[in-house]
């Protein structure tokens, strides 16, 4: 649920402008997508909040995956909640299975920082910067988007907020 409705969005709901799962749900989809879909050596990025920060952790280490890092990516603009401090920013969670992280192309390493700064623009749209940096780094691997909202060359994008297929694989 949305906090408190706004004078500025009289039309706005309480309830979100998309579907949701509960964490035992998202437990689950990733228990399964990843047995049948991961190479070994791979490595998952799963954006996440506050709210949900640590059970995300929680998640991926009872699925046998290690935090490598934390990165945040730095909005500019966000919510109130209760009108105290301005929530800006989300985090972009890298794991990796324990032993088994696919490394990053050698002439990006240590290029990128633990913050990407871009202006959020509409609802769950993720930065470009985000792309970017995965794809400069992992250029030769099979990126997979779960939840997607858009699709993107070389990327195999799996959501129910596509633009045109519920599943869509595009090519550089």
């Given at each position: 649920m949305k906090g408190g409705l706004r004078k500025s969005r009289p039309n706005q709901q309480r309830a979100l402008d998309y579907i949701t799962m509960s964490l035992e749900e998202i437990k689950n989809f990733h228990a399964i997508f990843f047995r049948e879909t991961a190479a070994k050596n791979h490595n998952v990025f799963m954006w996440t909040i506050d709210k949900y920060l640590h059970d995300a952790e929680k998640i991926m280490y009872e699925l046998g995956y290690t935090l490598h890092a934390r990165m945040v990516w730095d909005k500019g603009n966000g919510i109130a909640p209760a009108f105290t401090v301005r929530f800006t920013h989300e985090y972009l969670?890298?794991?990796?299975?324990?032993?088994?992280?696919?490394?990053?192309?050698?002439?990006?390493?240590?290029?990128?920082?633990?913050?990407?700064?871009?202006?959020?623009?509409?609802?769950?749209?993720?930065?470009?910067?985000?792309?970017?940096?995965?794809?400069?780094?992992?250029?030769?691997?099979?990126?997979?988007?779960?939840?997607?909202?858009?699709?993107?060359?070389?990327w195999t994008s799996f959501g129910d907020e596509l633009p045109t297929d519920r599943i869509s694989t595009t090519s550089t």
């Amino acid at each position: 649920m949305k906090g408190g409705l706004r004078k500025s969005r009289p039309n706005q709901q309480r309830a979100l402008d998309y579907i949701t799962m509960s964490l035992e749900e998202i437990k689950n989809f990733h228990a399964i997508f990843f047995r049948e879909t991961a190479a070994k050596n791979h490595n998952v990025f799963m954006w996440t909040i506050d709210k949900y920060l640590h059970d995300a952790e929680k998640i991926m280490y009872e699925l046998g995956y290690t935090l490598h890092a934390r990165m945040v990516w730095d909005k500019g603009n966000g919510i109130a909640p209760a009108f105290t401090v301005r929530f800006t920013h989300e985090y972009l969670l890298w794991f990796y299975p324990r032993g088994h992280m696919y490394k990053p192309n050698a002439n990006v390493r240590g290029k990128y920082t633990t913050v990407l700064r871009e202006k959020a623009t509409i609802h769950s749209k993720k930065p470009d910067a985000a792309y970017e940096m995965l794809e400069a780094m992992f250029p030769e691997a099979n990126k997979v988007e779960l939840f997607a909202r858009n699709i993107r060359a070389g990327w195999t994008s799996f959501g129910d907020e596509l633009p045109t297929d519920r599943i869509s694989t595009t090519s550089t």
